[in-house]
T-cell receptor, first 115, second 113 residues
Framework: AQSVTQLGSHVSVSEGALVLLRCNYS??????LFWYVQYPNQGLQLLLK??????LVKGINGFEAEFKKSETSFHLTKPSAHMSDAAEYFC?????????????FGSGTRLLVRP | DVKVTQSSRYLVKRTGEKVFLECVQD?????MFWYRQDPGLGLRLIYF???????EKGDIPEGYSVSREKKERFSLILESASTNQTSMYLC????????????FGPGTRLTVL
């Protein structure tokens, strides 16, 4: 069965520092991959997605992620953190062999941004 | 603009009550989903529907049922609420393309006393 692992339930960075949130997936076939963000008391919002085109994917709010098949990873980065980036981030995979279009989510990483 | 709405943001119910959570989408999407979100566990799929009157169990369907009588509306039903169903419930919808985004509602925080 496919799964998604997010390393680190909490990540803390200073404002202006690099943000790196890690995501690894398990799949014999490269799946479609997504990053979602959840701000306090809100639903999830799509940041970016990989659907087998370019391996470096740019998203909203200055975030980007790189698909690395050899490492089965899809880490999320942002060069300079802003206070408004404080939120919970979820990596998700859409299994290509499953026609139901379900998403499998990781357990989430809460990003804290220090002034 | 894409919109998924949920009937309540906060709900408090008593053990044994029947609970209805409603979700409506205005995007003419084929697929609709119900998740529950718990700290440290991420989102877990309860049920999903790929067409009117069609449904499939997700990973944690026990204690829940669903109804989809109209394309835009997907209801989650707790037949007899229990304290371990206290959680955040999120509804989502998408087209039937595997590359499509799932669009989420704001969530309903349910507390069962």
């Amino acid at each position: 069965a496919q799964s998604v692992t997010q390393l680190g339930s909490h990540v803390s960075v200073s404002e202006g520092a690099l943000v790196l949130l890690r995501c690894n997936y398990s799949s014999s076939v490269p799946p479609y991959l997504f990053w979602y963000v959840q701000y306090p008391n809100q639903g999830l919002q799509l940041l970016l997605k990989y659907t087998s085109a370019a391996t470096l994917v740019k998203g909203i709010n200055g975030f980007e992620a790189e698909f690395k098949k050899s490492e089965t990873s899809f880490h999320l980065t942002k060069p300079s953190a802003h206070m408004s980036d404080a939120a919970e981030y979820f990596c998700a995979v859409s299994p290509l062999m499953d026609s139901s279009y379900k998403l499998i989510f990781g357990s989430g990483t809460r990003l804290l941004v220090r002034p | 603009d894409v919109k998924v709405t949920q009937s309540s943001r906060y709900l408090v119910k008593r053990t044994g009550e029947k609970v209805f959570l409603e979700c409506v989408q205005d995007m003419d999407h084929e697929n609709m989903f119900w998740y529950r979100q718990d700290p440290g566990l991420g989102l877990r799929l309860i049920y999903f529907s790929y067409d009117v009157k069609m449904k499939e169990k997700g990973d944690i369907p026990e204690g829940y049922s669903v109804s989809r009588e109209k394309k835009e509306r997907f209801s989650l039903i707790l037949e007899s609420a229990s304290t371990n169903q206290t959680s955040m419930y999120l509804c989502a919808s998408s087209t039937d393309s595997s590359t499509d985004t799932q669009y989420f509602g704001p969530g309903t925080r349910l507390t069962v006393l």
